[in-house]
Structures are given as C-alpha cells and as structure tokens.
C-alpha cells in the first residue's frame, strides 16, 4: 500500500520561510518523478513544483520559482519542499504526489497523493 505522509505546514508571516516534507512508503520511490501540487479555499488544486526521480531536473510553477526548491533523498526515501519569501496567496494545503510521467505539471497524471499539509502565511 502506497503511503505519502506530508508534514511541516504551519503559520508564519509574511516573508517568512518553510520547509515541507513528503514520506513515501509502499513504492520503489526512486522510480518515481514527485510533485508537489497546493489548493487553496475556493480554487482548483495547482501545481507548484515537480522533481525527477534522480533529482537531476526540477519544474516549477511560475509563480515560485526562485523562492521554493524541491529536493529529495531517495536513500531516506523522503522529499521536500523549502519555501522562502512567503506571501499571503501562498497560503493552501500541500500536497506530495507521485507520478512515472516525467515532470507533469497536470495533476492527473500523478498516480499517488498525501493527506495534504496546511500552510498559512498571515500578512
């Protein structure tokens, strides 16, 4: 059984920075490209940042480019997300998914997903 587990969402002000996380159990993780997606009250869930399944290309949303880097450790089998310079509009659920399609940024085409993880950025 396939298991994604996020944790590290919060509250922090504006400006301020954050580190998401994503363990994966149930699934040979160095055979999987991951994203990270959010979805925020009202809205449809959006892609924020892809990694391949060696780390060696990364993808991201317009939007948080130069101020969030995915990585992963697939010796630990974990991902992660560091969030810098956060803004209000940032604020969403998070959530880990894992897809064999290289770097989709359609959340379709991701096969597993976590639970979600909160993040809140007050102004």
């Known amino acids: 059984q396939v298991q994604l587990v996020e944790s590290g969402g919060g509250l922090v002000q504006a400006g301020g920075s954050l580190r998401l996380s994503c363990a994966a159990s149930g699934l040979t993780f160095s055979g999987y490209a991951m994203g990270w997606f959010r979805q925020a009250p009202g809205k449809e869930r959006a892609f924020v940042a892809a990694?391949?399944?060696?780390?060696?290309?990364?993808n991201y949303a317009e939007s948080v480019k130069s101020r969030f880097t995915i990585s992963r450790d697939n010796a630990k089998n974990t991902m992660s997300l560091q969030m810098n310079s956060l803004k209000p509009e940032d604020t969403a659920v998070y959530y880990c998914?894992?897809?064999?399609?290289?770097?989709?940024?359609?959340?379709?085409?991701?096969?597993?997903w976590g639970q979600g993880t909160q993040v809140t950025v007050s102004s």
């Open positions: 998914a894992a897809t064999r399609s290289g770097l989709p940024t359609i959340s379709q085409l991701y096969a597993h």
């Open positions: 990694i391949s399944w060696s780390g060696g290309s990364t």
